[in-house]
């Protein structure tokens, strides 16, 4: 091939027959004299890498690819076969470990469609299937049923894992001893490039499985505030770490005076005695049961049968945002009472709360059929700055202003709901041929 051509060929079963190629034409990607071939897209399809003689002989080279303007004459957008994504990659460079780190970043389901910031969590030993995506499912579905903020997670993949997250070196991880650096890289280089690149609060979690667990009560002992949530397994799971950290463990706690944290951490029942021992005995130590703000919940779990066991998220989330679900005796007379519980939420976690969707769209309903329409009305609107695209209150203010007779704001509000989902709307659709008729007869 003298260069590399982009044949994207659809076949289409309709009365007219093949697509033509005038509608999925072929794209010159790159236009170098040298030979070219053997192409390949990356993961997150930005990224193509080929083989070209262009330096002289075949080499691998990657050039960037627009993508969406690949896709701008296909119907639909989704192309088949290609991959369902749950985040994207992104690289760093670290000065201070003197590499480059592969990140894993997942967004909120609804981060696109608000200017909201959210929290974050640091995935350390990053997985696709024992971790990252354990982590991207029980953060969205505890997201949108509104009993945690919905979380940015960002995962540090591995390059050299005993280097990094021992503290100490050991018998046959002699390579150990870096984690200083490591700890040096996620403060001064992670954290502030996730803070610049996206939407975040200043609440941070740390979520460390295996060997990485050690390294989370090293973090805790040696920079106490930047985390405010660890969710970790046993940190003492290593025999010879074990023993110079716990005493550091029992110094730090003895003079700690004040720390707002939430240590979680969880093993099993089969989990070696030693192990289990080392846990029992930390969680007697009085400055963990006396330090101010400080919690540590130790959930010893019956054994799950996994070779690798996983995170405990879905308990360890919960316990972190406590009461970030209204309760259900709670009662709303007006949208400020929904902001006043959100405020007194925000003092307890220590950021800035934002009501969630599903709790604003449950208490207008509530409002609603208590005969308060104008408080419903307020507690819509407010649910749309937060959320401009609600479906649930531009439906809800649509109903509302069709029956307070106000026609022409009512078919705005389902014209803006058909703006955002057209399918599946039949009964919006409905409700605008309505208001059109109704206007008319004005």
Known sequence: MKNIILLIIVILFCSAGLAGQDRFPIRQLTSDPAQEGFATWSPDGTKMAFTSTRSGSFDIWVTDIDRNKLRSDLEPAQINGESITLGTYRTIHSNILNEDRLLWVHLPKEYEDTGLAYPFLILLYVDLYNYFTDAVSITEKLGETGEIPPVIIVGVANTNRYRDLLPYPTRWAPEGGKAGDFLRFLEEELIPFTDSNYRTKEFRILAAPQASAVFSLYSLINRPHLFDATIAQNPFMNPENAEKLYPLAEEFFRTAGTLKHLLYVACEKDDRPEELEYMERFTQLPGVKTTEGFRFVLDIQEPSGYFIPPLPFRTALRDLFPGYNLPDEFQADSLQDILDYYHERSAAYGFAVDPPEHMLTFEGDELIQRGKTQEAMDVFTYQLSLYPKSLNA??????????????????????????????DAARIQQRITEMDSLIKDQ
């Open 394 to 423: 531009l439906f809800r203010l649509g109903e509302t202003c069709r029956g307070l007779g106000d026609y022409k704001t009512a078919r705005d509000y389902y014209r803006k709901f058909l703006d955002i989902r057209s399918t």
